[in-house]
């Protein structure tokens, strides 16, 4: 089966560093993707993880580890407008579709 | 490049009815995947399209239903509307349908069924 598991909520102060963290367990493994998604508007490609390590992208880094089947989002200088939904999705075995987690609701208070 | 499109942006309909809402992917991208967004579920998975067939399934009713032309562009359709058919409806394309490829989305048509 397929599950993936964030928490529900986090709470940052602006400026600061946030890892938002990610458990999955799917039937076949095709990565990981990261999206953001603002209230009222569309997810936002963030990141795709195939390998494990961390990559880097600005503020945003994403890291996988597929033997412990877990991935973080890590977010630096946080700002403002990073107040947002965090969704960690991932595509089960041979098919074109993505699972997606609850999403981590990020707020970032000055 | 223009992104996804859907139109329309917002529904108000009642028990009963039909609806169908339309999505254009980026130009050139081939697959188009529909997704249901509620408070209670999260984002879940209704069909995938990709050359005009129906690659991958999710778990609703056969009320939910869709196609694809040949110019990619999709509808999805539901029939016999619910009150928990309300729901925000993300179309999201992928360029080569590739099961590894990024899928963009759109920004959604949200439903409301009274």
């Known amino acids: 089966g397929q599950n993936i598991d964030q928490p529900t909520e986090m709470t940052a102060t602006e400026g600061a560093i946030v890892q938002i963290n990610c458990t999955y367990q799917?039937?076949?493994?095709?990565?990981l993707f990261w999206y953001q998604q603002h209230a009222g508007e569309a997810p936002t490609f963030l990141s795709y993880n195939v390998l494990d390590g961390l990559e880097e992208k600005g503020r945003f880094s994403s890291f996988l580890s597929r033997s412990k089947g877990y991935s973080y989002l890590l977010l630096k200088e946080l700002q403002m407008k990073d107040s947002a939904s965090y969704l960690c999705?991932?595509?089960?075995?041979?098919?074109?579709?993505?699972?997606f987690g609850a999403g981590t609701r990020l707020a970032v208070h000055p | 490049k223009a992104g996804v499109t859907q139109t329309p942006r917002y529904l108000i309909k009642t028990r009963g009815q039909q609806v169908t809402l339309s999505c254009s992917p980026i130009?050139?991208?081939?697959?188009v995947s529909w997704y249901q967004q509620t408070p209670g579920q999260g984002l879940q998975f209704l069909f995938e399209y990709f050359s005009e067939t129906q690659r991958n399934k999710g778990n609703f009713p056969g009320r939910f239903s869709g196609r694809q032309f040949s110019n990619s562009r999709s509808e999805m359709n539901v029939s016999t509307l619910e009150l928990g058919d309300s729901a925000l409806y993300l179309c999201?394309?992928?360029?080569?349908?590739?099961?590894?490829?990024?899928?963009?989305f759109g920004p959604g048509t949200r439903l409301t069924v009274l």
């Open positions: 999705a991932a595509p089960p075995g041979g098919y074109n579709k993505l699972i």
């Open positions: 999201a394309s992928s360029l080569t349908g590739e099961v590894t490829d990024t899928q963009y």
């Open positions: 799917t039937s076949g493994f095709n990565g």
């Open positions: 130009s050139g991208h081939r697959s």
